[in-house]
């Protein structure tokens, strides 16, 4: 009888100890999969970031490719029209190339390469602008022709070349970061889907595992009670 009920005990306590287990594992990939599911949805955010990162660098490059162009532009039509009236676009497409120089530089202080290549960039603005301006001081001084000849003799097709090559290297390159940073991003949410997947499956099974050991131990303490009890 004493036997019996020792192994009834030990029954009992092997059960407490099953359930304790299957519990503490149960938190325990609760706590993996939660931790891999913030930092999934962490990544995911980064990647929403740069993706946006990327618009804005674009864009900043579009608009001063186009505040070149306007300045080009404006220049000609005061020497066509001697109106100052018509250079008020003209100033502020200066205006505007600065901000987005500097709003170029601020976004890509994290990247070596593009910073190298800001100087080229910012001397071939410069270079343009001071091109515009003598051709602008030479309308109002000496008049369309005196201007006019100056338009013709100017090496401005080859800076306006060399700015769009300058500004589309700034360009390529954070296209291809954004790509980099895509594809970091993508293989890291496979990994993660995959993580969950597996990890809830095995949860799940190791639990249930668990659950079936727990009754087998179960039904065999109850025999061994009514065994004990009907001795």
Known sequence: MGAEQESGEELKSL???????????????????GTTSYHWISVSDESTRWVWHTH??????????????SIDTGSREYVLTGKESSLQ???????????????????????AVQQRQLPALAKLAAESIQRTG??????????????????????????????QEAAGKLQSEELRLRELRSTKAQRYSSESKIFLIVGTLFGILAVAAAGWSTARDTAKREVAEKKYRGL
Not at 16 to 31: E, M, N, R, Y
Not at 135 to 162: F, H, M, W, Y
């Open 89 to 111: 676009p003209y100033y502020v497409s200066i205006q505007k190339i600065e901000e987005d120089q500097e709003a170029i530089r601020s976004l890509t202080l994290d990247n």
């Open 56 to 69: 804005e660098v674009l864009s900043h490059i579009q608009d001063l490719l186009l505040s070149m162009e």
């Open 15 to 33: 059960l407490k100890q099953k359930v304790q287990l299957a519990f503490g594992f149960a938190l325990l990939t609760l706590l993996l999969v």
């Open 134 to 163: 003598r051709i602008i001081a030479l309308r109002r001084n000496q008049g369309p022709e005196a201007a006019t000849a100056a338009l013709a003799s100017g090496p401005d097709q080859q800076v306006k070349a060399e700015f």
